[in-house]
Nanobody, 117 residues
Framework: QVQLVESGGGLVQPGGSLKLSCAAS????????IGWYRQAPGKQRELVAR???????NYADAVTERFIITRDNARNTVYLQMSSLKPEDTAVYYC???????????WGRGTQVTVSS
């Protein structure tokens, strides 16, 4: 079993920045994917950004050039640096991880990001 704990959400004005963190209870070196999803009210959960098979990354078109995903393997932590935030970025942001040799998919409880003036 793996626990993922997100932090760093909050209220920010349009154009502002936030940095989210996801701390994992198991080494993230052994993940084949780890990253961030979000779910806005009344919408489906969607991919934001993730690492795939090591250091390869996927980004949603809506966040490319505004969000950057990074990782610190020594701290078992993945980060999401969000800049130029827009009201449409408002959502609960979830950390997600899949490990080699483990059929389970792990989710954190989420952290709320609200972009509003």
């Amino acid at each position: 079993q793996v626990q993922l704990v997100e932090s760093g959400g909050g209220l920010v004005q349009p154009g502002g920045s936030l940095k989210l963190s996801c701390a994992a209870s198991r080494s993230i070196v052994y993940t084949y994917s780890i990253g961030w999803y979000r779910q806005a009210p009344g919408k489906q959960r969607e991919l934001v950004a993730r690492f795939i098979s090591g250091d390869s990354t996927n980004y949603a078109d809506a966040v490319t050039e505004r969000f950057i995903i990074t990782r610190d393997n020594a701290r078992n932590t993945v980060y999401l640096q969000m800049s130029s935030l827009k009201p449409e970025d408002t959502a609960v942001y979830y950390c997600n991880a899949n490990y080699f040799g483990d059929l389970r998919e792990y989710w954190g409880r989420g952290t709320q990001v609200t972009v509003s003036s």
